[in-house]
């Protein structure tokens, strides 16, 4: 084993069996350029093609290559969090498997490390080949969140990301379950900065966040680092008051100026009911929503449970 490295790249994987070649082919050519020893942190994350035994191979045939398993899928930012518990390095950068993120902007991010910034993320400029759907989704989405939440969460920027031990430790000592990891990472603090890059297609494969995992991360992200949705209740409340006093405004106006039509009254007592109805029970999902949250929480269970571990120990307490 080599001594403690500079450099760790932590990589979740999930089902990237036709990635992994091609991935540590590029990496070993970055890793060929550092200033520095690194290690290559692969977290198989729950895998159920060949990705595992893939790693296994590279383990024992490149002593830099370490790996994971998690028990079961537990999902990209816990793979992450896990990868982050066991790094031995100074400086970390944390990438995805199907090469979407290109590893040649890893020296890139390190210069800006040397330059003395602890967090430099890589900023999307465009995302080739992901549909329509997908980019007016997270348009909207980064955009929404901003103005959301109390952090400086920056746009269009992934996990794909560098950041110095000292993020990682701070990063590694939140014990939180929901963990949307870039907007943590904004959260910490210290010197930030961005690396602008165009989004690849992915190598090879099919894209493992489906829409219901985008659309979990998305509500995490937003319950996380903003209260702001609870507040709607009371806002909504206000509005259906007005609504409710515009309204006996309207049935008064009826009353006197026509012969009574009992429809009208029907129809009216329909729409509020439905419509107030509507209201309490989206007020009531959204408390639910934080208050699931609080629940996990509380229940204070491990982030993940690990299945095997090659050449690697817990490193979260390292200083
Ligand atoms: N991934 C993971 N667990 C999951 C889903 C994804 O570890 O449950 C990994 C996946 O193998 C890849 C990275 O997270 O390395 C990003 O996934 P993907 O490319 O599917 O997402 P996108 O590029 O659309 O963000
Ligand atoms: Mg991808």
């Not at 129809?267 to 009531?284: D, E, H, N, P």
């Amino acid at each position: 084993m080599i001594n403690q490295p500079i450099y760790s790249l932590v990589i979740p994987i999930y089902n990237e069996s036709e990635n992994i070649t091609e991935m540590y082919r590029r990496l070993h050519h970055v890793m060929a350029q550092l200033d520095g020893d690194a290690e290559l942190i692969l977290i198989d994350d729950g895998s159920r093609d060949r990705s595992l035994s893939m790693m296994r191979e590279l383990h024992h045939c490149d002593n830099r290559v370490h790996y994971l398993s998690l028990a079961r899928n537990f999902g990209h930012q816990i793979a992450v969090t896990a990868g982050l518990n066991f790094v031995q390095g100074k400086c970390i950068i944390v990438m995805d498997a199907d090469l979407q993120d290109p590893p040649e902007l890893i020296l890139t991010m390190i210069d800006k490390w040397h330059q003395g910034y602890q967090v430099v993320y890589a900023q999307r400029t465009s995302r080739q080949q992901e549909t329509w759907l997908k980019r007016l989704t997270a348009y909207l989405f980064y955009r929404i969140l901003r103005r959301l939440a109390k952090v400086d969460i920056p746009e269009d920027t992934g996990d794909f990301c560098l950041m110095d031990r000292q993020v990682v430790n701070i990063l590694n000592s939140m014990p939180e379950r929901n963990r949307y990891i870039r907007g943590l990472r904004a959260w910490v603090g210290f010197r930030q900065t961005s690396v602008p890059f165009a989004r690849d297609p992915r190598f090879a494969g099919t894209v493992k966040y489906t829409f219901g995992k985008s659309w979990a991360l998305a509500i995490d992200g937003i319950i996380s680092f903003s209260t702001v949705p609870l507040r709607l209740a009371t806002y909504i409340g206000i509005l259906s008051a007005f609504i409710a006093l515009f309204m006996i405004l309207l049935v008064l106006y009826w009353r006197l100026s026509e012969p009574f039509s009992p429809t009208i009254g029907y129809t009216l007592i329909t729409i509020s009911m439905f419509f107030l109805g509507s209201v309490q029970l989206i007020c009531i999902g959204i408390l639910g929503e934080y208050i699931g949250r609080i629940y996990e929480e509380v229940k204070g269970r491990p982030l993940y449970t690990l299945k095997e571990t090659g050449g690697l120990k817990d490193n979260s307490n390292i200083t």
